[in-house]
Protein backbone atom coordinates (compact mmCIF):
# COMPACT_ATOMS: atom_id res chain seq x y z
CA UNK A 1 0.00 0.00 0.00
CA UNK A 2 1.87 3.20 -1.27
CA UNK A 3 2.38 6.01 1.85
CA UNK A 4 -0.58 8.41 1.96
CA UNK A 5 -0.07 12.43 0.55
CA UNK A 6 -0.30 15.29 2.97
CA UNK A 7 -2.68 17.45 1.80
CA UNK A 8 -1.93 20.39 0.35
CA UNK A 9 -4.80 22.40 1.24
CA UNK A 10 -3.24 24.13 3.88
CA UNK A 11 -0.09 25.37 2.45
CA UNK A 12 -2.27 27.15 -0.38
CA UNK A 13 -4.11 29.25 2.32
CA UNK A 14 -0.69 30.10 3.77
CA UNK A 15 0.95 30.37 1.05
CA UNK A 16 -1.62 33.38 -0.19
CA UNK A 17 -1.37 35.35 2.82
CA UNK A 18 2.18 35.38 2.64
CA UNK A 19 1.92 36.89 -0.16
CA UNK A 20 -0.38 39.07 0.57
CA UNK A 21 1.52 40.40 3.53
CA UNK A 22 4.42 40.85 1.35
CA UNK A 23 2.73 42.96 -1.62
CA UNK A 24 0.83 44.96 1.43
CA UNK A 25 4.50 45.56 3.66
CA UNK A 26 5.95 46.59 -0.32
CA UNK A 27 3.11 49.33 -0.58
CA UNK A 28 4.14 50.60 3.43
CA UNK A 29 8.07 50.22 2.56
CA UNK A 30 7.49 51.93 -0.15
CA UNK A 31 5.06 54.69 1.47
CA UNK A 32 7.55 55.15 3.65
CA UNK A 33 10.71 55.56 1.57
CA UNK A 34 8.64 58.57 -0.38
CA UNK A 35 7.61 60.38 3.22
CA UNK A 36 11.38 60.13 4.13
CA UNK A 37 12.79 61.08 1.30
CA UNK A 38 10.74 64.32 1.07
CA UNK A 39 9.22 64.91 4.66
CA UNK A 40 8.56 68.40 4.19
CA UNK A 41 7.29 68.72 0.99
CA UNK A 42 5.71 65.00 0.57
CA UNK A 43 2.07 65.29 -1.57
CA UNK A 44 -0.53 64.35 0.46
CA UNK A 45 -3.50 62.61 -1.81
CA UNK A 46 -7.43 64.77 -1.75
CA UNK A 47 -8.77 61.52 -1.70
CA UNK A 48 -10.16 60.22 1.92
CA UNK A 49 -9.77 56.75 0.96
CA UNK A 50 -6.70 56.71 -0.50
CA UNK A 51 -5.29 58.27 2.71
CA UNK A 52 -7.18 55.82 4.52
CA UNK A 53 -5.53 52.95 2.71
CA UNK A 54 -2.28 53.93 3.25
CA UNK A 55 -2.51 54.36 7.02
CA UNK A 56 -4.24 51.02 7.36
CA UNK A 57 -0.76 49.57 4.99
CA UNK A 58 1.25 51.62 7.91
CA UNK A 59 -0.61 50.38 10.71
CA UNK A 60 -0.38 46.98 9.24
CA UNK A 61 3.24 46.55 8.50
CA UNK A 62 3.81 47.99 12.01
CA UNK A 63 1.78 45.57 14.01
CA UNK A 64 3.70 42.85 11.87
CA UNK A 65 7.16 44.52 13.12
CA UNK A 66 6.29 44.50 16.64
CA UNK A 67 5.17 40.97 16.50
CA UNK A 68 8.81 39.81 15.36
CA UNK A 69 10.49 42.29 17.50
CA UNK A 70 8.40 40.45 20.56
CA UNK A 71 9.15 36.87 18.93
CA UNK A 72 12.87 37.93 18.98
CA UNK A 73 13.20 39.03 22.47
CA UNK A 74 11.33 36.04 23.49
CA UNK A 75 14.20 33.69 21.23
CA UNK A 76 17.22 35.45 22.55
CA UNK A 77 16.85 34.11 25.74
CA UNK A 78 19.36 35.81 28.95
CA UNK A 79 21.65 38.59 28.19
CA UNK A 80 24.92 38.16 28.52
CA UNK A 81 26.47 39.86 31.31
CA UNK A 82 29.96 40.35 29.74
CA UNK A 83 29.39 44.51 29.75
CA UNK A 84 29.00 44.27 33.21
CA UNK A 85 31.84 45.97 35.45
CA UNK A 86 32.37 44.48 39.34
CA UNK A 87 30.41 47.32 40.70
CA UNK A 88 27.18 47.00 38.34
CA UNK A 89 27.16 43.34 38.95
CA UNK A 90 27.06 43.77 42.82
CA UNK A 91 24.65 46.50 42.39
CA UNK A 92 22.39 43.78 39.76
CA UNK A 93 23.14 40.89 43.12
CA UNK A 94 21.88 43.16 45.78
CA UNK A 95 18.76 44.15 43.89
CA UNK A 96 17.38 40.34 43.14
CA UNK A 97 19.18 39.63 47.06
CA UNK A 98 16.42 42.16 48.41
CA UNK A 99 13.81 41.47 46.87
CA UNK A 100 13.91 37.41 47.25
CA UNK A 101 14.39 38.11 50.92
CA UNK A 102 11.13 40.41 50.84
CA UNK A 103 9.09 38.30 49.18
CA UNK A 104 10.28 35.35 51.22
CA UNK A 105 9.51 36.87 54.38
CA UNK A 106 6.39 38.25 53.31
CA UNK A 107 5.38 34.96 52.86
CA UNK A 108 5.98 33.89 56.63
CA UNK A 109 2.79 34.07 58.54
CA UNK A 110 1.96 32.09 61.38
CA UNK A 111 0.11 28.90 60.71
CA UNK A 112 -0.55 25.54 62.58
CA UNK A 113 2.05 23.82 60.34
CA UNK A 114 4.74 26.40 61.63
CA UNK A 115 4.51 24.37 64.58
CA UNK A 116 6.17 21.35 63.39
CA UNK A 117 8.02 23.86 60.91
CA UNK A 118 6.37 22.30 57.77
CA UNK A 119 4.95 25.33 56.31
CA UNK A 120 5.45 26.02 52.69
CA UNK A 121 7.20 29.16 50.76
CA UNK A 122 7.59 29.69 47.28
CA UNK A 123 9.61 32.65 45.76
CA UNK A 124 9.41 33.15 41.71
CA UNK A 125 11.61 35.83 40.07
CA UNK A 126 13.14 37.10 36.93
CA UNK A 127 17.35 37.77 36.36
CA UNK A 128 17.90 37.82 32.76
CA UNK A 129 21.36 37.25 33.68
CA UNK A 130 23.12 33.87 34.47
CA UNK A 131 26.21 35.41 35.81
CA UNK A 132 24.49 37.87 38.12
CA UNK A 133 22.15 34.59 39.57
CA UNK A 134 25.38 32.88 39.75
CA UNK A 135 26.66 35.72 42.27
CA UNK A 136 23.24 35.81 43.99
CA UNK A 137 23.95 32.35 45.21
CA UNK A 138 27.95 32.52 44.90
CA UNK A 139 28.00 29.56 42.84
CA UNK A 140 31.37 31.02 41.29
CA UNK A 141 29.83 31.48 38.17
CA UNK A 142 26.46 31.05 36.16
CA UNK A 143 24.38 28.38 37.10
CA UNK A 144 25.03 24.98 35.42
CA UNK A 145 21.70 23.10 36.39
CA UNK A 146 18.01 23.35 36.29
CA UNK A 147 17.30 21.95 39.83
CA UNK A 148 19.31 22.03 42.32
CA UNK A 149 18.96 21.63 46.22
CA UNK A 150 20.54 24.26 48.61
CA UNK A 151 21.96 23.75 51.97
CA UNK A 152 19.81 26.15 54.15
CA UNK A 153 22.58 27.37 56.03
CA UNK A 154 24.37 28.56 52.70
CA UNK A 155 20.98 30.08 51.11
CA UNK A 156 20.79 31.89 53.80
CA UNK A 157 24.06 33.76 53.96
CA UNK A 158 23.71 34.10 50.44
CA UNK A 159 19.85 35.88 50.84
CA UNK A 160 20.82 37.59 53.76
CA UNK A 161 19.17 35.49 56.92
CA UNK A 162 15.36 35.27 56.75
CA UNK A 163 13.47 35.63 59.79
CA UNK A 164 9.98 37.10 60.54
CA UNK A 165 8.20 37.48 63.37
CA UNK A 166 4.40 36.17 64.15
CA UNK A 167 2.52 35.68 67.35
CA UNK A 168 5.61 35.79 70.01
CA UNK A 169 7.86 33.73 67.96
CA UNK A 170 10.32 33.89 65.20
CA UNK A 171 9.86 32.14 62.36
CA UNK A 172 12.83 31.00 60.00
CA UNK A 173 13.53 28.69 57.04
CA UNK A 174 13.18 25.05 58.62
CA UNK A 175 14.29 21.70 57.06
CA UNK A 176 17.62 20.51 55.51
CA UNK A 177 18.00 22.50 52.49
CA UNK A 178 16.32 25.06 50.08
CA UNK A 179 14.93 23.95 46.24
CA UNK A 180 16.51 26.44 43.88
CA UNK A 181 14.90 25.74 40.02
CA UNK A 182 16.42 27.99 37.26
CA UNK A 183 15.17 28.34 33.47
CA UNK A 184 17.97 29.66 30.73
CA UNK A 185 15.09 32.01 29.66
CA UNK A 186 15.79 33.54 33.33
CA UNK A 187 13.22 32.64 35.09
CA UNK A 188 14.13 30.87 38.71
CA UNK A 189 12.03 29.67 41.96
CA UNK A 190 13.41 29.08 45.40
CA UNK A 191 11.26 27.16 47.45
CA UNK A 192 11.27 25.27 51.08
CA UNK A 193 9.66 24.96 54.53
CA UNK A 194 9.49 27.67 57.42
CA UNK A 195 8.54 27.56 60.87
CA UNK A 196 9.68 28.79 64.52
Not at 86 to 99: D, S
Amino acid sequence: MPPKRKSDAGQDASTSKRSRANVEHATAQELITNILANVTSYPIPDDDETIRQSLVHLARYARDLEGQTEQNRSNAGPVPSQALSPEQLAVAVEKIRKAANSGIRKQMTWKPSCKTGSAKWVYDGVCNDPAVFGALLKLGGPPKFKMQKMPKDEFGDALGGISASARYATLAITGTHVNIRWSDSGEFKFSGTYGR
